[in-house]
């Protein structure tokens, strides 16, 4: 797993080419490059016209939160009292979002006592939960709504979000009992498609127009892209720029201060996964140490990581990829799978290391161990090649 609070750094390794010479790595390692995180940490900061807060769901490692710190990240977006409480600890002076917008009484209680000031629902229930036990004062509570937009992988809006009405009479009955009235919404997992923001902002001030209310803030959600396709890396300027034009032409003299809280586009592209072949099966399908009750389990879903390349034990590259093939990970399981076929060289042979980049979302934290498989260590690097 991760590195624990407290663990004295390790080495420090160049490359996952000389982990591969130096240690034959027998399980999965996930290598981590501390100054890729704080590059794109840089970025969003940079580049995003509003508060960054960093979704803590998608790599909650101690170490990933400090270096997000060190690169100014001053918010986090917390979904559990697990994530409240770590985010108090390891970073006691940022802002913490609660914008999971179903909780029980149990977990409101917490996260007043631990001083959460910032709150999503999105639907009339859970505002009378937390008008019942928040009090006004400072608090922020922003209406979640939906569309049926598409452009991302996976779509939030199967399990949360408002209708445009409804959202509208949450913002009301926000404003009326005294707290910050505040608007979000989340385009989807993975979405590389800019309008999808612009579509959401448009319907977010029509949205405060039908309640006459003016928001304290409108957060973007997440859903910002990592690099996952070969060669289509994805264009997080022309996002932030859209986001910030679309929301000076919609609000006017009114626009809120925006907010984002991207997990995925910050994390995954600071870490690759080293995976084993553990057999090449009559030369065809390939069977890794490592698959989607592991490290992998998001791959179904989501799509196959595409950047991916092939080094013998010796740590020298295995040679061009070729046709895809069929690969399976280590478990007695035949869903076991990779969706689709891979890309590999044509002279893969067991023994060889393949390593998938862009794997720092949703990897450590959906590890099963099922089977007995799926032990995980994690490594940093300075670099990736």
Known sequence: MGLDEGQPAATVWDNPAEIIRSLQPE????????????QRAREFIAGFPGLVTYAVKSNPDAAVIRNLVAAGITGFDVASPF???????????????????????????????????AWSVDSRSELDKLFQQVPPEGCEISPRFKLPVP??????????????????ELLREVAARGYVPSLTFHPGTQCTDPAAWEQYIRTAAEIAAM?????????????????????????????????????????????PVLVCEPGRGLCADAFAIITRVKAVRDGQSVFLNDGVYGSMNELPVIGNLDRVEVLTPQG????????????FGPTCDSV?????EISLPENIAEGDYVIFHGAGAYSTVTNTRFNGFGELSQLTVRRFH
């Open 27 to 38: 399980h999965p390692v996930l290598v981590f490059a501390p100054d890729v995180l704080e």
């Open 83 to 117: 994530e409240i409480d770590l985010i108090g600890r390891l970073a006691p002076h940022a802002a913490r979002h609660y914008h999971n917008p179903v909780r029980s009484r149990a977990e409101i209680a917490h996260a007043v006592a631990a001083g959460i000031k």
């Open 151 to 168: 452009g991302a992988a996976y779509d939030f809006g199967s399990k949360f979000g408002a209708t445009p009405e409804l959202a509208a």
């Open 211 to 255: 309640a006459g209310v003016t928001p304290r803030r409108l957060n973007v959600g997440g859903g910002f892209p990592s690099w996952r396709v070969h060669g289509v890396e994805p264009d997080l300027r022309a996002i932030f720029e859209l986001i910030g034009r679309t929301t000076a032409r919609v609000f006017g003299h009114d626009a």
């Open 316 to 327: 020298e590259p295995r040679g061009e990829n070729g046709p895809g093939r069929v690969v």
């Open 336 to 340: 076991d799978r990779l969706p689709g």
